[in-house]
């Protein structure tokens, strides 16, 4: 197996995650890793996922055949300088940023940019740091790359082959054009999770109904609202024009279903509705986008001291790893249900599977 020298320039969610899918896959490489977070390399040392803990990006980054800036956007363009002494003609430059215009203009005017080819794993949680990185997070997600103008043709193909090896499912695009898809199916969504959360916490009363009630599938929408605001406000930073391109289609959308409403006009309420049901169900089911479904069963539990416990440890023991675990009230089980939610559509399927054959009433959603 190929032996490959990587370096990482920050090692949280997602640099640690690509990091871990590189020692799977290619258990003899050499990895190094700079961070300013001295307990995140230490971390990454003590499980082995690095060789080398950096504590400046200096001369041990020389001879690596990729380079993954995979700080926060803006400290990834401020990294460009001090590494630009070490890459060699061969070494693959790539980021992870959620935006891409900046870090091409950055490359750009750095001179790099035979060697740099932009990159985004189209996948990731409301988590972040080191703690919560893993080896699948980017297995079956698209990973876009973005190859400047004068990067060579060899090094796109070995860097999409390199991101086919790990799992995940490479696509090229233009900078540019990532960054108007990227306002539109991930930006705009979590803006509008994030604003939809603070209209329910201003519009609430002083007891709480709202929030009270706001379970379910009002949860289940607004989840990437609990992501992490200085990653989003860069975001929001970055991508300033196409962000405000699709908000402005959205608000003109908003309005006109507001006109709808007003003056009753069923027909185009129905179409509304009707369309983007048709729309939504064309999606395929095992959707690669950056909104990660939740893999979750529902299960009626008996109301006894050790019910959750009971039910953790049959899963536990056959291997099956929870994510999240809590007993949900909403309209559809009013009574109360146990809400299991696990990392892999195919763990959700064996643990109904499981607590099917003990017995427990399991709904799959
Ligand atoms: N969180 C997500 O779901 C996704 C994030 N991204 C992109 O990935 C990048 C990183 O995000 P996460 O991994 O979520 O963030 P994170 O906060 O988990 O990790 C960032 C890491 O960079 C380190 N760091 C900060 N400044 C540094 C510097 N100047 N030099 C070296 N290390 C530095 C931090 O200590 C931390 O360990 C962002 O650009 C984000 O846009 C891309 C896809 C998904
Ligand atoms: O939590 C989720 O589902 C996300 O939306 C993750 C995500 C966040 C930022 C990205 O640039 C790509 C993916």
Known sequence: MEQLRIGFIGLGLIGGSIAK?????????????????RTTLSAAMKDGTIDLACTSIDSQFSGCRYIFLCAPVSNNSSCLSALKPYLAEDTV??????????????????????????????????????????????????????PSASVCQEKVTAYSSLVRSLGAIPLILDHQDHDYITAV?????????????????????????????????????????????????????????????????????????????????????????????????????????PIKKAYAVYCDIIDEAGGIATIATILATNHISIKNIGIIHNR???????????????????A??????????????
């Open 352 to 365: 109904a599977q499981l607590l099917r054959k003990y017995h427990y009433t399991v709904y799959e959603r």
């Open 21 to 37: 899918a590189v020692r799977k896959f290619y258990p003899d490489s050499e990895m190094l890793a700079y961070d300013t977070n």
């Open 332 to 350: 559809e089980f009013e009574e109360g249900v146990l809400r299991i939610e696990f990392y892999e559509e195919e763990a959700s399927r064996l």
């Open 93 to 146: 430059l790539t980021d992870v940023g959620s935006v891409k215009t900046g870090i091409h203009q950055a490359v750009a005017a750095a001179g790099m940019e035979a060697n740099f080819i932009g990159g985004h794993p189209m996948a990731g949680s409301e988590k972040s740091g080191y703690e919560n990185s893993n080896d699948h997070l980017i297995e079956n997600a698209y990973y876009i790359l973005t």
């Open 185 to 289: 199916v991930s930006h705009l969504p979590h803006i509008i999770a994030s604003s939809l959360v603070n209209l329910v916490r201003d519009s609430d009363s002083a007891e709480g109904t709202m929030k009270a009630i706001a379970a379910g599938g009002f949860r289940d929408i607004t989840r990437i609202a609990s992501s992490s605001p200085v990653m989003w406000q860069q975001i929001c930073l970055t991508n300033r024009e196409n962000i405000i391109r699709s908000m402005d289609d959205y608000i003109r959308m908003l309005k006109a279903v507001r006109d709808e409403i007003n003056h009753s006009d069923e027909d185009a309420l129905y179409k509304l509705f009707d369309t983007a049901r048709d729309y939504r169900n064309s999606i395929p089911e095992s959707s690669l986008g």
